[in-house]
């Protein structure tokens, strides 16, 4: 039932651990909540249909526990869910940057949603600014490049999405990375760059008679 849950990963995660090789069943306060929300989430409105006339919505996110995305479509007067896609973190990649992390859940969704997506257009919403210029870099490196070369395979739209009380920036500020991560800072840096030319602009245009 995982992709009828959102996050599901991430809910589960107590459970799983559970069932590890080396785990003492011990059920705690944590897999009681566990328990209780996949009961909750399952009894949710059920999925859509995916129409072939309609334009495919896919919005993704990263924690330090897991990735997930949905899929979803407008249909009529309202966006309607067609599957969840969530998948937990190994420990290397629970290391990785948040901005290498956004990435990650970007090339892993659209890779499970190949049979959606593949030769259609559609939009891809983040709520990491940075990623609308990490995708144009002229000389990525290493995994990066590779993930970036499979993106390459899919025709989208990246479309940056607020917080409900934070800006555009405030992905790139509240990164747990180093600042030796070279690229959240390559990304920082093109991203205020953008902002400070935009600042420039309107005040020129203030002052001119």
Known sequence: ??????????????LH??????????????????????NQVLTSPILTYPRTDKDF????????????????QNIGNEERVIAYFSKSLGKPERN??????????IVKSIEHFHHYLYGRKFLLRTDHASLRWLLNFKEPEGQIARWIQRLQEYDFKIQHRKGTSHGNADALSRRPCTETCKHC?????????????SVKVLTT???DP
């Not at 080396?22 to 328990?35: A, L, Q, V």
């Not at 896919?58 to 897991?66: I, K, Q, V, Y």
């Open 57 to 72: 919505i896919l919005d993704t996110d990263a924690s330090n526990e897991g990735i997930g995305a949905v899929l979803s």
């Open 96 to 105: 990785y940057c948040v901005t290498r992390k956004e990435l990650l859940v």
């Open 185 to 197: 800072t390559n990304a920082k840096k093109k991203f205020r760059m953008e902002i400070d030319i």
């Open 205 to 207: 245009s203030s002052v």
């Open 1 to 14: 039932y995982r992709r009828f849950v959102k996050n599901f990963s991430t809910i589960a995660r107590p």
């Open 17 to 38: 651990k559970l069932t590890e090789a080396k785990s003492n069943f011990n059920w705690t306060e944590e897999c009681e909540k566990s328990f209780n929300s996949l």
